[in-house]
Antibody, heavy 116, light 110 residues
């Protein structure tokens, strides 16, 4: 079964850091671009960052604070989040990019809460 | 990148049709045939319903259809069923491996 499983969400103080992980299974992970998408409580979806085999991409509002990476040997996607702000509070989903500019597989999400 | 504009809500009785609009700009919706639609039930992850404006993934009922004209894309749900009640989000490729989502539409089956 094709599956994505996020982990690493937690309660963190403003200014703190957190690393999210997304474990992939059931498909050849290295063959697909991947993205992180977040959803603040009661709000809509927001694309955060994406990664291909050779490049990384970020939403303009996040550049410099978040870093996306992947370990194809571990079938795992990561999101390193630094200098966290209250407005970063959200459920963070990882999603598989089909190569046709769409996301066909999503994880169940991991909650990040930034609060003192 | 500004969010795509969707109506906050839409509704219809069982068996009727409902159409949701998604308005962007020439830099996203109007510039690429890469509009997707996602269904999200409460507490669940989004589910892909339409990609490349009008294509349906395997397993998605043909009651769901998509179209685009200029900077506005649309999702139509025909023959509404109780199980269609959910939030729907559009998304568009916005160039340079960036994506933008709509603010979401809550579909209610009356």
């Amino acid at each position: 079964e094709v599956q994505l499983l996020e982990s690493g969400g937690d309660l963190v103080q403003p200014g703190g850091s957190l690393r999210l992980s997304c474990a992939a299974s059931g498909f050849t992970f290295r063959d697909f671009a991947m993205s992180w998408v977040r959803q603040a409580p009661g709000k809509g979806l927001e694309w955060v960052s994406g990664i291909t085999s050779i490049a990384t991409f970020y939403a303009d509002s996040l550049k410099g604070r978040f870093t996306i990476s992947r370990d194809n040997s571990k079938n795992t996607l990561y999101l390193q989040m630094n200098s966290l702000k209250a407005e970063d509070t959200a459920v963070y989903y990882c999603a598989r990019d089909t190569g046709r500019r769409t996301f066909d597989i999503w994880g169940q999400g991991t909650m990040v809460t930034v609060s003192s | 990148q500004s969010a795509l504009t969707q109506p906050p809500s839409a509704s219809g009785s069982p068996g009727q049709s409902v159409t949701i609009s998604c308005t962007g700009t020439s830099s996203d919706v109007g510039g690429y045939n890469y509009v997707s639609w996602y269904q999200q039930r409460p507490g669940k992850a989004p589910k892909l319903m339409i990609y490349e404006v009008s294509k349906r993934p395997s397993g998605v009922p043909d009651r769901f259809s998509g179209s685009k004209s200029g900077n506005t894309a649309s999702l139509t749900v025909s023959g509404l069923q109780a199980e269609d009640e959910a939030d729907f989000y559009c998304s568009s490729y916005a160039g340079t491996n960036n994506y933008v989502f709509g603010n979401g539409t809550k579909v209610t089956v009356l």
